[in-house]
Nanobody, 114 residues
Framework: QVQLVESGGGLVEPGGSLRLSCAAS????????MGWYRQVPGKQRELVAE???????TYADSVKGRFTISMDIAKRTVYLQMNRLKPEDSGVYYC????????WGQGTQVTVSS
């Protein structure tokens, strides 16, 4: 059974940083694509960043240069380092893994506010 467990969300002031973690169990991540999506009320879930097979990365234009996605294959964990956070970065962040099918974590809330 595949499980994705996110952690690291919280409340941070504009300009601050947070690091999200997503630990996978029940599946090898070395041949998977993993990523982070964000959802705010009334809107569709949107891609923030993804990493494919541990090295190929994609970012939403709004986070390029501020967010970094990385993967520790041995720990089966993907990270999202978020710097210079803005209020518009707020939302529920969901970890996702794709290998033959897509899996989702339960989500972690990120709130950027003064």
């Amino acid at each position: 059974q595949v499980q994705l467990v996110e952690s690291g969300g919280g409340l941070v002031e504009p300009g601050g940083s947070l690091r999200l973690s997503c630990a996978a169990s029940g599946i090898s991540i070395s041949s998977s694509a993993m990523g982070w999506y964000r959802q705010v009320p009334g809107k569709q879930r949107e891609l923030v960043a993804e990493i494919n097979r541990g090295y190929s990365t994609t970012y939403a234009d709004s986070v390029k240069g501020r967010f970094t996605i990385s993967m520790d294959i041995a720990k089966r964990t993907v990270y999202l380092q978020m710097n210079r956070l803005k209020p518009e970065d707020s939302g529920v962040y969901y970890c996702t893994l794709v290998r033959f099918e897509r899996y989702w974590g339960q989500g972690t809330q990120v709130t950027v506010s003064s």
